[in-house]
Structures are given as C-alpha cells and as structure tokens.
C-alpha cells in the first residue's frame, strides 16, 4: 500500500484531498491528511467581521465536512517533516507517518512578536488589533462597535503578505463604517505600508491609490515599521518617522509554518522553495506545494491556490508515471477587493501581465468589471463565501480557467 | 564623463544588463545617492550580487539581514530610506520582488 500524505486541511489541501480520492486507485493507496484543527475558517470572511457584516460563526465548519469518506483524517501538530526519510513525525501519539508522496499545504501565519513592542500588554487586542486571525477580528469588532473616532493607523509589517488586498479593504470599508455611523468626520484614517504605493502592481497601484485620496484615507508609502511604542502612541520607522495612533490595526509579518523551519524545508520566512511553474519543490522530486505555504512569486490567496490545483494534480499523476512535470502554473490571481458602500473592483493578474481594466469572465460583457468600481463586484465577493464553501473546496468546476486569459481586457 | 553615463537603467533607475555592473559603477551610483562606500557597504553589496546570481533577482530586506548577517537598523544607517531598492541598485540589480 502507497502512501499519499497531505499537510495542512485548510483551503490548498482539502482540495487536494478531494481530487486525489477521485484519481488514486484504493486498492493501491491510501490518502492521509493532517491538521491541528478540527476548524475550516473561511478567512476572507475575518475581511467583515470588525465591522459587523460577519459574525464568527459564518465563517467556521468543521474540516471533517469537506473531506471524503475514503480520506484519512488525523487531527495533530505535524511536529517535524523528513524529506530525506520520506516520513513526518506527528506530536500526537509521537506517532510516524512514511510517504510515497508529499504535498505541502500548511498556509501562512502572522507573527506579532517579530515587530518589537507590538504585542506588549497595555495595547494589545485593546487599541492594537490583527484582524488575519479570528480572534484579533472578533476583538476588534468589539471595539469598533463603541468606538468615538480618533486616529486609525493601519500598518503591513512587511512583504509578503496573504491576500495583499485585505488592508485596502479593511481601510475602504472602515471608511463605509464610520459614515454609516455618522462618525466619519471624527476619524482620520492612515495606511503605512512598505511598498512605495498602494498596491504592489504600478497600474492597480494608482488607481487604489486614487480612492484612496476620494476616501481621505491618508497614505505613508515607504514605512518599513521598526517598533510599536506604545507609551508614546506611535509606530515608528527604520528611518525614525513617527506615526502617531489612537487605534492601531496591524498586518503583522506573515510567515510559513514553524514546522517548515524547524525542518529546515524554508527560505528565512518558512516558505518552501518551489518552483514557480510547476509547483514541485526545488529540491525533493515526490514533494509538491500548494497555497501560501510556497515561495513562489504569486499572491497568497484562496483563488490562487484554487488555480495551483489542476497543474499540481497534473504534474503528480506525470511524475507517477515517470513523466516530467509541465511548467503550467502562470502566477494567475483573481482577487475582488471590496471598496465599500456595497460597491468592489476585481483584478485579475499573472506572473507577466500586472491587472488591466476589462470584463470578466465573459470578455465584453462581464458581469464583473476589471479594474473598476461596481456593485456586480461586490456581490461577486459575496458570493465567493457560498462558493467557497460549496465547490471551491471540493475542487470543483469554477467559472474561470486557471491560466489567465487575456480576451476581454484592453492594454 | 563618468561610470554613468556607459550603463544602461531603467525608468525606475534599475539597471537593465547586471553584466555590465563595475565596481567604479557602483561608487558613482552611491555617491550620488549621497553613500561613500565603506567595506560595511561592500559586503552587503557582495552578499546580494552573489545572492542573485544568475537570475539578477535583487534579495528582499530579510534576506539581506538574514544572509549577511547585519541588522535592519543597521541596513537602514548604511543605505538610508529603503535600502532593499537602494542596495539594489547600487548592486546592479533589478528591483527586488518580494512584493506581489
Ligand atoms: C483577512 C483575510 C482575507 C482574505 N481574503 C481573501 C480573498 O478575498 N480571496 C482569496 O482568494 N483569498 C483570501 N485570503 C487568503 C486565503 O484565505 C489563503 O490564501 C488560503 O486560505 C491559503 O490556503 P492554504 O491551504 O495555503 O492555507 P490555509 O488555508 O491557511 O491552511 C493551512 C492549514 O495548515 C494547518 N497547519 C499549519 N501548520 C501545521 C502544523 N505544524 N501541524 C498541523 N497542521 C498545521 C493549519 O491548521 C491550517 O488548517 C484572505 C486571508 C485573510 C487572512
């Protein structure tokens, strides 16, 4: 009997999972996934929860119920991987588990102590809050909810991050919020961000960048956060600007999981070296990567990982029957970005070509507009928790091909 | 006449061939940003050019703190306001990734 481990249940290796049980023959292998927690968050949903429009049980289910029957399920702490072993030792029962087959989907995770004085006991979760956990984004709604204005300083720690459009959302929707509230004039909302502008792509980059300036939400660009100094109430940088806070939202450093380090399978952030194309790793020829849990260029992002998915799949059955790998995987991320007031933009972008104004799916004549601000956007990311949920994880069909196309999109 | 004006850079001030990076290149670039090169410098600019071999992808920030053993604070005194971009481009480099 064959053994085909995963690592990691969340968004990348349920569907995996669900692939693999329909492809691998049962008399021949068996299937086995490990994850720590019995919990599925659907963390684009933590985007809504500060703000009311979520409540924390929309966005937990129980990672059993999406997995199939033929898959073993093992609830654990993965404690140290051996690729040169081809096993992994797991925490529970110190038990061992050797594999055929390897994929790699342990996903990305913020670490607050890397910044000093971030996570120091006067503010933390009380005027300084993540909202990349579901915690940090419950707390926060909290305190949202009897807030009176003041300063909201959101800051990103440092690149990468998962899903590099949440921050823009955050601070779009907050800006809805307070208006909503009727306290919009109470509050002056900042973006401190390492990159040199909105966005990381020039082109969305100005265009974020401008609604932004509509919003009067202030951007500092090149602020590469050195601490948190809470007495003072600032967030100072490498080149000693001061930022000052009364409210402190934070997108800490995003790292790949511990185990990966303490493996030594990862880059100086945990990331697994993988190759950008074909997702195997660069160095074992039976392991393979899916999700934010590789260093591969492309955003950190569910739809990224969904679009991973058919060419890891493809390149596993290749090299079972002795066939190289196809370089297929072209960095495609589709990403609606909320802009608040039930309105959204979508943008659509691969390794080469930066997001570009258009329609999407359906060249012509959408219904999602690229690039743009519209309410068919808005209800296409509310829609996404329901797709989620119902075929993204089963690795089902979605209505989009995972290349990047370029029909419908003018340059 | 200077080192200058023989290489070629990009709109963002990025160098487009690495090969044609010399080390004269490299003082003029920084004297223009206002760094007269000390060994501290040279060894970062060392360490990233041999980083990206090949590929002439300049390092990210923690790469260069975690592979040339200096601090970021250090990095930051050294190569004042964004010194992933500058090192890169006193290197040689394209301009690092990291960000997508
Ligand atoms: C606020 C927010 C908003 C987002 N919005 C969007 C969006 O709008 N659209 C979008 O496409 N994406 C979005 N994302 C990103 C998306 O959620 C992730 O990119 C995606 O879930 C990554 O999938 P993954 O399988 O790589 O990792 P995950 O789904 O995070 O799964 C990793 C799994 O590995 C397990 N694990 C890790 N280490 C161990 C260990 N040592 N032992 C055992 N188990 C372990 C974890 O428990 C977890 O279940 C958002 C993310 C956040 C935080």
């Known amino acids: ?411 | 006449m200077t080192v200058l004006e023989n290489i070629t850079l990009n709109e963002e001030g990025f160098m487009t061939n690495s090969a044609e990076w010399t080390e004269e290149f490299a003082s003029a670039l920084a004297e223009k940003e206002g760094i007269t090169l000390t060994d501290a410098h040279w060894a970062i600019i060392n360490f990233c050019r041999e980083q990206a071999g090949d590929s002439g992808a300049a390092p990210t920030l923690r790469q260069i703190t975690s592979g040339a053993g200096v601090t970021t604070k250090e990095l930051f005194q050294l190569f004042p306001k964004g010194p992933a971009k500058k090192v890169a481009k006193i290197s040689g480099l394209g301009k690092p990734e990291g960000c997508v």
Not at chain 1, 35 to 53: A, R, S, V
Not at chain 1, 255 to 283: C, Y
Not at chain 1, 321 to 333: I, R, S, T
């Open chain 1, 1 to 411: 009997m064959k053994t085909f481990l995963i690592l990691g249940a969340g968004t990348g290796g349920t569907m995996v999972a669900n692939k693999m049980a329909e492809i691998l023959d049962m008399q021949e292998w068996r299937i086995v996934i490990v994850d720590q927690d019995e919990t599925h968050y659907y963390q684009p949903g933590f985007l809504f929860i500060p703000f009311g429009m979520y409540s924390p049980a929309d966005v937990v289910k129980p990672k059993r119920n999406f997995l199939p029957p033929q898959v073993d399920i093992i609830f654990s702490e993965i404690e140290l991987i051996e690729p040169e072993k081809n096993r992994i030792k797991l925490s529970r029962d110190k038990k061992t588990i050797n594999y055929d087959y390897l994929v790699i989907a342990t996903g990305s995770h913020i670490h607050p102590e890397e910044t000093p004085g971030l996570t120091d006991e006067a503010g933390w979760l009380k005027s300084i809050f993540p909202f990349y956990n579901l915690d940090g984004a419950t707390k926060l709604g909290s305190f949202l909810k009897f807030w009176k204005g003041g300063r909201l300083v959101l800051n990103i720690a440092e690149m990468p991050i998962k899903c590099p459009v949440a921050p823009l959302e955050f601070l779009f929707l907050a800006d809805w919020f307070f208006h909503e509230r009727g306290i919009r004039d109470k509050v002056d909302i900042t973006f401190t961000t390492p990159l040199p502008g909105a966005f990381t792509k020039p082109r969305a980059s100005s265009i974020l960048g401008d609604m932004l300036q509509d919003k009067n939400i202030n951007l500092v660009p090149d602020f590469n956060i050195m601490e948190v100094d809470q007495e003072k109430q600032v967030i100072r940088s490498y080149d000693e600007v001061e930022v000052p806070y009364d409210l402190l939202v934070t997108i800490p450093t995003n790292m790949g999981a511990e185990v990966i380090g303490k493996s030594g399978m990862g880059d100086e952030l945990h990331f697994v070296p993988t190759n950008k194309h074909t997702l195997q790793s660069d160095k074992w020829e039976n392991v393979w990567v899916i999700g934010d849990a590789g260093n591969v260029p492309a955003s950190k992002a569910g739809s990224v990982a969904h679009f991973m998915l058919d060419v890891v799949i493809e390149n596993i059955q290749r090299h079972m029957e002795g066939l190289d790998p196809l370089p297929k995987f072209d960095g495609h991320a589709n990403c609606y970005i909320e802009s608040g007031f039930e309105k959204g933009v979508l943008i659509d972008f691969n390794y080469d070509v930066e997001p570009l104004p258009g329609k999407f799916p359906l060249p012509g004549f959408g219904p999602f507009s690229l690039l743009k601000e519209s309410h068919a956007n808005h209800w296409g990311k509310m829609m996404f928790r329901w797709m989620y949920w119902n075929i993204l994880l089963k690795g089902g069909e979605m209505p989009f091909e995972s290349q990047m196309s370029m029909a419908g999109k003018w340059e």
